[in-house]
């Protein structure tokens, strides 16, 4: 099938997604085009900031959302509603007890002091919406409106600001935030002229007519489009001022998924505050996007399950090519079918020309991280390796089970679609691959329910490879085979071959390496995994035209570059006389039979790291072996008597400064280093 008839074929199962100016012309929030996808979750734009009827329903249904935070009930079609549900009496009655006793402190006085900042500091301040919801309860309202209009006008102007009271709820358009902006700068007086130009919150924010002379201010979701509003004419221009730079205080986003469950991408403008109580210091992923621990004000997010998240912003600074960027690995993310073992996306934000993923934050940090522990350690400092043994193996199935799935994303796709038989090889498709498996890439997140309390593995990093590395893979090899460009640890023998192409079993490839580095780690500690990666680097290719070896490179083949740009790849020898090593190493004598580490390096060994990719294992029935692995450790979770998950590891025995030279292959003390 040609690449040009699968893109086509694919659009279909695309979301649609519009990038257009932060707030276009036109029906607000624009209305979304939804179309069958691959996976449960996909994305809708908002650009309201989630304080409207996207995520904040008045459908009182069973929604599991709604339920995690209860303030999102109280918000109706646009409007609060202090009078319906449980708690409203509660409310009403703090807000009585705070003007008695603070009856010397004026609202906006009590509004700053409500607001929050993000550590560590210094920071914009920012009102959470609880506080918002507290300030403009209707009493409230009316009381502060009193003090600067009539008893009958501050009664008319209560119902602009909170909605028209009905029997049911207060319902209809308000204009709460409004409200307290005009508070925050003290000037309440100018409510009235905005209700002459029929000023509302779904109006906010205001922009600048022009950004240089910042003098006129326009809103283009409202009637006036973009002409300068009336009710600011003759107004000083530091009132003017004040009014924009308040607004943001009182816009920060409401972070969730939108009422069909869906990711939601948020378009917001460069001033936004974001509802972060604390943010963490910025941590460089290669040179594609950098990485920052955020916690989230818990009226401002949905997912109460997590205290923390990973906020993954891409650090291309051309706009069309980082826009780019982001839909390429939006579009990775939001494929995935939800699994437990697949790195969860929680939203997306558009910041003027920055793009940024928000996901989970793993606690555990990343494999290679993890792998700094020793396994004693990891299992409170028991002498038995069995429970450790049984969760790597389930993980190591899990991790299978996650990369299939995504590999599956595609192929389930042209089933559906009749366009290739269940039998069909689709190898040579380039979707549904992952690209970039390694341990920095695979995540520990808590799960004190997993025996032995350590955690789950998630597989993570969607989309960026496939745009960074996959764009160069798909090209003629000897394109950049004469530079001296190493190649990334885990690439596959596949991707030296100047007729090959990058496939799903290069993805196997990289997870054979690196369940060979666990077990590694397993079996001989932390020092040991450094010593692999020597051993490996110490074997290197040979250049047989110019009669000598290449740069070093820590990889799992080596490579015989040929006349007529022939090249021959071998599992490196270092890698096969370690895993015989480890084999050896968990058996105390000749007649011991096999256990999980015999026959863990074994498969790694004889089907996985097989340089023909035809010969090597494909996923599924990889998938299929490690299954075999996972049952028995169930099966004997309440035997630790059982020898197969009881080899005698060093890792878990008093430390040894042999052990590690003992381990070391010889090749990688032969190999000359002749140029």
Same mark, same amino acid.
Request: aromatic fraction near 10%; proline fraction near 6%.
């Given at each position: 099938?040609?690449?040009?008839?699968?893109?086509?074929?694919?659009?279909?199962?695309?979301?649609?997604?519009?990038?257009?100016?932060?707030?276009?012309?036109?029906?607000?929030?624009?209305?979304?085009?939804?179309?069958?996808?691959?996976?449960?979750?996909?994305?809708?734009?908002?650009?309201?900031?989630?304080?409207?009827?996207?995520?904040?329903?008045?459908?009182?249904?069973?929604?599991?959302?709604?339920?995690?935070?209860?303030?999102?009930?109280?918000?109706?079609?646009?409007?609060?509603?202090?009078?319906?549900?449980?708690?409203?009496?509660?409310?009403?009655?703090?807000?009585?007890?705070?003007?008695?006793?603070?009856?010397?402190?004026?609202?906006?006085?009590?509004?700053?002091?409500?607001?929050?900042?993000?550590?560590?500091?210094?920071?914009?301040?920012?009102?959470?919406?609880?506080?918002?919801?507290?300030?403009?309860?209707?009493?409230?309202?009316?009381?502060?409106?009193?003090?600067?209009?009539?008893?009958?006008?501050?009664?008319?102007?209560?119902?602009?600001?909170?909605?028209?009271?009905?029997?049911?709820?207060?319902?209809?358009?308000?204009?709460?935030?409004?409200?307290?902006?005009?508070?925050?700068?003290?000037?309440?007086?100018?409510?009235?002229?905005?209700?002459?130009?029929?000023?509302?919150?779904?109006?906010?924010?205001?922009?600048?007519?022009?950004?240089?002379?910042?003098?006129?201010?326009?809103?283009?979701?409202?009637?006036?489009?973009?002409?300068?509003?009336?009710?600011?004419?003759?107004?000083?221009?530091?009132?003017?001022?004040?009014?924009?730079?308040?607004?943001?205080?009182?816009?920060?986003?409401?972070?969730?998924?939108?009422?069909?469950?869906?990711?939601?991408?948020?378009?917001?403008?460069?001033?936004?505050?974001?509802?972060?109580?604390?943010?963490?210091?910025?941590?460089?992923?290669?040179?594609?996007?950098?990485?920052?621990?955020?916690?989230?004000?818990?009226?401002?997010?949905?997912?109460?399950?997590?205290?923390?998240?990973?906020?993954?912003?891409?650090?291309?600074?051309?706009?069309?090519?980082?826009?780019?960027?982001?839909?390429?690995?939006?579009?990775?993310?939001?494929?995935?079918?939800?699994?437990?073992?697949?790195?969860?996306?929680?939203?997306?934000?558009?910041?003027?020309?920055?793009?940024?993923?928000?996901?989970?934050?793993?606690?555990?940090?990343?494999?290679?991280?993890?792998?700094?522990?020793?396994?004693?350690?990891?299992?409170?400092?028991?002498?038995?390796?069995?429970?450790?043994?049984?969760?790597?193996?389930?993980?190591?199935?899990?991790?299978?089970?996650?990369?299939?799935?995504?590999?599956?994303?595609?192929?389930?796709?042209?089933?559906?679609?009749?366009?290739?038989?269940?039998?069909?090889?689709?190898?040579?498709?380039?979707?549904?691959?992952?690209?970039?498996?390694?341990?920095?890439?695979?995540? $520990?997140? @808590?799960?004190?329910? !997993?025996? +032995?309390?350590? &955690?789950?593995?998630?597989?993570?990093? =969607?989309?960026?490879?496939?745009?960074?590395?996959?764009?160069?893979?798909?090209?003629?090899?000897?394109?950049?085979?004469?530079?001296?460009?190493?190649?990334?640890?885990?690439?596959?023998?596949?991707?030296?071959?100047?007729?090959?192409?990058?496939?799903?079993?290069?993805?196997?490839?990289?997870?054979?390496?690196?369940?060979?580095?666990?077990?590694?780690?397993?079996?001989?500690?932390?020092?040991?995994?450094?010593?692999?990666?020597?051993?490996?680097?110490?074997?290197?290719?040979?250049?047989?035209?110019?009669?000598?070896?290449?740069?070093?490179?820590?990889?799992?083949?080596?490579?015989?570059?040929?006349?007529?740009?022939?090249?021959?790849?071998?599992?490196?020898?270092?890698?096969?006389?370690?895993?015989?090593? $480890?084999? @050896?190493?968990?058996? !105390?004598? +000749?007649?011991? &039979?096999?256990?999980?580490?015999?026959? =863990?390096?074994?498969?790694?060994?004889?089907?996985?790291?097989?340089?023909?990719?035809?010969?090597?294992?494909?996923?599924?029935?990889?998938?299929?072996?490690?299954?075999?692995?996972?049952?028995?450790?169930?099966?004997?979770?309440?035997?630790?008597?059982?020898?197969?998950?009881?080899?005698?590891?060093?890792?878990?025995?008093?430390?040894?400064?042999?052990?590690?030279?003992?381990?070391?292959?010889?090749?990688?003390?032969?190999?000359?280093?002749?140029?």
């Amino acid at each position: 099938m040609a690449t040009s008839d699968v893109d086509a074929f694919l659009s279909v199962y695309r979301t649609e997604r519009r990038l257009k100016e932060i707030y276009s012309e036109g029906d607000f929030p624009p209305n979304r085009v939804r179309r069958p996808s691959d996976a449960s979750v996909v994305s809708s734009r908002v650009d309201n900031y989630n304080y409207g009827i996207n995520l904040v329903r008045g459908n009182r249904s069973a929604s599991l959302q709604q339920q995690q935070n209860p303030n999102w009930d109280k918000f109706i079609g646009g409007a609060f509603s202090p009078d319906d549900g449980p708690g409203c009496a509660e409310v009403g009655l703090q807000d009585l007890q705070l003007d008695n006793e603070d009856s010397d402190t004026t609202m906006d006085e009590q509004i700053h002091e409500a607001m929050q900042s993000t550590e560590p500091g210094p920071s914009r301040p920012w009102l959470p919406f609880g506080d918002l919801q507290r300030f403009t309860h209707r009493t409230r309202v009316n009381k502060e409106l009193q003090g600067v209009f009539s008893e009958a006008d501050a009664a008319r102007l209560t119902d602009y600001v909170c909605g028209v009271e009905t029997d049911s709820h207060t319902g209809g358009e308000t204009s709460q935030r409004i409200f307290v902006i005009l508070v925050l700068i003290r000037r309440l007086e100018a409510l009235s002229a905005m209700v002459e130009d029929g000023l509302r919150d779904k109006d906010l924010p205001f922009e600048w007519l022009d950004r240089v002379s910042r003098k006129k201010l326009i809103s283009p979701k409202s009637r006036f489009a973009r002409n300068p509003l009336p009710c600011f004419n003759g107004k000083r221009i530091g009132l003017v001022r004040e009014f924009y730079e308040n607004q943001w205080k009182i816009f920060s986003p409401i972070i969730g998924l939108d009422e069909h469950e869906e990711v939601t991408t948020f378009h917001l403008a460069e001033e936004v505050i974001m509802p972060w109580t604390s943010i963490g210091a910025e941590r460089k992923e290669g040179g594609y996007s950098m990485v920052r621990k955020v916690e989230i004000h818990s009226d401002h997010h949905s997912f109460p399950e997590h205290k923390a998240f990973a906020l993954k912003t891409l650090l291309e600074k051309d706009p069309a090519q980082a826009q780019q960027e982001f839909d390429q690995e939006l579009k990775a993310l939001t494929k995935m079918e939800p699994g437990d073992h697949i790195l969860k996306l929680c939203a997306t934000f558009k910041i003027g020309n920055e793009y940024s993923f928000l996901t989970p934050w793993a606690e555990g940090g990343n494999l290679k991280q993890f792998w700094t522990k020793s396994p004693k350690e990891v299992q409170k400092n028991s002498n038995h390796s069995h429970t450790l043994l049984r969760w790597m193996a389930e993980q190591c199935h899990a991790l299978a089970a996650a990369l299939q799935s995504i590999h599956e994303v595609r192929v389930k796709a042209l089933i559906r679609a009749k366009r290739i038989s269940p039998d069909e090889e689709t190898d040579k498709d380039i979707f549904g691959i992952h690209g970039d498996i390694k341990p920095e890439n695979i995540l $520990l997140f @808590d799960n004190r329910n !997993t025996p +032995p309390g350590i &955690g789950i593995l998630k597989i993570a990093d =969607f989309g960026l490879t496939e745009f960074h590395r996959l764009t160069s893979r798909t090209r003629p090899v000897h394109h950049f085979l004469d530079g001296r460009h190493p190649g990334p640890t885990y690439d596959a023998p596949d991707l030296v071959q100047p007729t090959n192409f990058y496939s799903r079993k290069a993805d196997v490839w990289a997870l054979g390496c690196v369940f060979s580095e666990f077990l590694t780690w397993v079996v001989l500690g932390p020092a040991a995994v450094s010593d692999y990666r020597t051993a490996r680097a110490y074997e290197r290719d040979w250049d047989d035209v110019k009669k000598k070896y290449r740069w070093m490179e820590d990889k799992f083949f080596v490579a015989q570059y040929g006349e007529e740009s022939k090249v021959e790849t071998l599992l490196k020898k270092s890698v096969e006389e370690w895993l015989k090593t $480890l084999d @050896d190493l968990t058996r !105390t004598s +000749p007649n011991d &039979g096999p256990n999980f580490v015999t026959e =863990f390096s074994k498969l790694l060994k004889d089907r996985v790291l097989v340089c023909d990719r035809e010969e090597r294992i494909s996923c599924e029935d990889l998938l299929a072996e490690l299954s075999r692995f996972a049952s028995k450790a169930e099966e004997s979770r309440s035997n630790d008597l059982d020898p197969y998950w009881g080899p005698r590891l060093p890792s878990f025995c008093e430390a040894s400064p042999e052990v590690s030279e003992a381990v070391i292959p010889e090749i990688a003390r032969r190999v000359t280093f002749d140029d």
